[in-house]
């Protein structure tokens, strides 16, 4: 079965701080795999998509990176503000549009 | 943002009711699916559609229909829902070329 876990389910840092946020996965064979942010009560909003090819990808303080053989992904947040405190998912796509999501890091980013 | 709408944003109803959720797009993306997110479940897909009545199941389907007979409007049915479907439904849309996902702003739905 094709899982997508993400741990820890939480995560509280003061400001400033960088962090990694890691997300691993069963079965290499993956189309692409994309990085959420929820806000509470919200919608998903996109940060990054990596497709199965590439090895990483930054926008603005976020880098994402993937690494197929060993079935992980890490989304790389610097200089961390508390504007960044929300749940971060992770979903792996394996193909036929067939998308399996993480259950989410909850961030909190302490003044 | 992508232009996707969810309605109704919030709805509360009773067992054995129909109830209908409706998904606009303005973005012409030809897939789309309906989720829906639960604590301790997190996002599951019920159904998705692969372009103008074109539909298949996902993991949680039993107990829904859909429909798609326009390419920006995607429906999701409970024809007699059940306390077991109170939950959060996120419609979201996805563009062939890249297969990256958007989500709309989600639809509350109770059932008492």
């Known amino acids: 079965k094709q899982e997508v876990t993400q741990i820890p389910a939480a995560l509280s840092v003061p400001e400033g701080e960088n962090l990694v946020l890691n997300c691993s996965f069963t079965?290499?064979?993956?189309?692409?795999l994309q990085w959420f942010r929820q806000d509470p009560g919200k919608g998903l909003t996109s940060l990054l998509l990596?497709?199965?090819?590439?090895r990483e990808q930054t926008s603005g303080r976020l880098n994402a990176s993937l690494d197929k053989s060993s079935g992980r992904s890490t989304l790389y947040i610097a200089a961390s503000q508390p504007g960044d405190s929300a749940t971060y998912l992770c979903?792996?796509?394996?193909?036929?549009?067939?998308?399996?999501f993480g259950q989410g890091t909850r961030l909190t980013i302490n003044p | 943002d992508a232009g996707i709408t969810q309605s109704p944003r919030h709805k509360v109803t009773e067992t054995g009711t129909p109830v209908t959720l409706r998904c606009h797009q303005t973005?012409?993306?030809?897939?789309m699916y309906w989720y829906r997110q639960d604590p301790g479940h997190g996002l599951r897909l019920i159904h998705y559609?692969?372009?103008?009545?074109?539909?298949d199941k996902g993991e949680v389907s039993d107990g829904y229909s859909v429909s798609r007979s326009k390419t920006e409007d995607f429906l999701l049915t409970l024809e007699s829902a059940t306390s077991s479907q109170t939950s959060v439904y996120f419609c979201a849309i996805s563009g062939q070329n890249t297969g990256e996902l958007f989500f709309g702003e989600g639809s509350r739905l109770t059932v008492l």
């Open positions: 079965d290499s064979a993956i189309y692409n």
């Open positions: 559609s692969y372009g103008v009545k074109d539909t």
């Open positions: 990596i497709q199965s090819s590439q």
């Open positions: 979903a792996v796509v394996w193909g036929a549009q067939k998308l399996v």
């Open positions: 973005e012409n993306h030809r897939y």
